[in-house]
């Protein structure tokens, strides 16, 4: 059966909401290319920190339609325009998440610690000056502070609180926010990671990163990593490194 994702026709829109983009396309062409594993996978609980217009979510929800009637769905926003534009997003496709407009995940946590199976984001991720970021609004939307990593390094501890075991994490990172040194940071927390899809446009260099708990990753008590299955590291650290060395030679066309 062919997967459906979000129709652009039917995205709900405001001027303070940020549009689908490359990197929102870049995200769910990473979901698509991973789709036959997602069905596999079975996740029952699914959730988007940061949903935007509702394009990501409610592709999510098209493409796991087979599976989508036992998954429960959860979408957050700290814009509160952004609730609604997805509320009427989803309701166009006939769709339904439970949203939250909420820091991340604040308020949930607890409640959802431990169970999600899925997590997708697409963060603001554009290096900015400090104090651009929390900003209302669609400023919200892409500023990143220094190296973009700002509200990036408040949500990878709130993912490893909220991931189940099984749990699955896609997250969309710039080559300005040091992916390479975010997957050895989320290594040390027990997580390998590989690139799912990489996109470079004339502004940025894309990276859409599937990240999964892997328990041949041993992390001591200090939050060093122990005895690492080396294949892991240096498969996804050889990724960067051949991505490096493509961006240097390559003009700025798109490729993933
Ligand atoms: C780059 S946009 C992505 C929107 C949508 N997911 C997409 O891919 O088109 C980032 C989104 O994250 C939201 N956001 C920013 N900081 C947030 C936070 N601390 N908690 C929840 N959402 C946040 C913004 O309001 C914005 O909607």
New binding site residues.
Partial sequence: MSARIAQIRLVSSHPE?????D??FA??DALLADRNNLLEHKPTLCM??????????TSLILLLEEEANRSQFFA????HH?IRVTRETMEAHGVYAELIN?????GLENRLAGLVDLL??????VPTPEEE??RE??A????GGENGRA?ID??LPVADKLLSKRGWLYM?LLTANNPSQICRQMMKKGYASRIVVQRSTEEESLHIIKFWRDFDIEVDPKDAVTNSNPGIVDSVLSQFQRLSSFWRNSDSSSNS
């Fill in positions: 909401v940020y549009e689908p983009c990197d929102s995200l769910v988007e920190v940061g949903c935007g217009s509702g394009y990501v979510i957050t926003d700290i814009n952004a909420t820091d991340i995940a604040l997708v984001v697409n963060p603001p991720y970021v929390g609004g669609i919200s939307a892409w500023a509200v408040k949500i969309v």
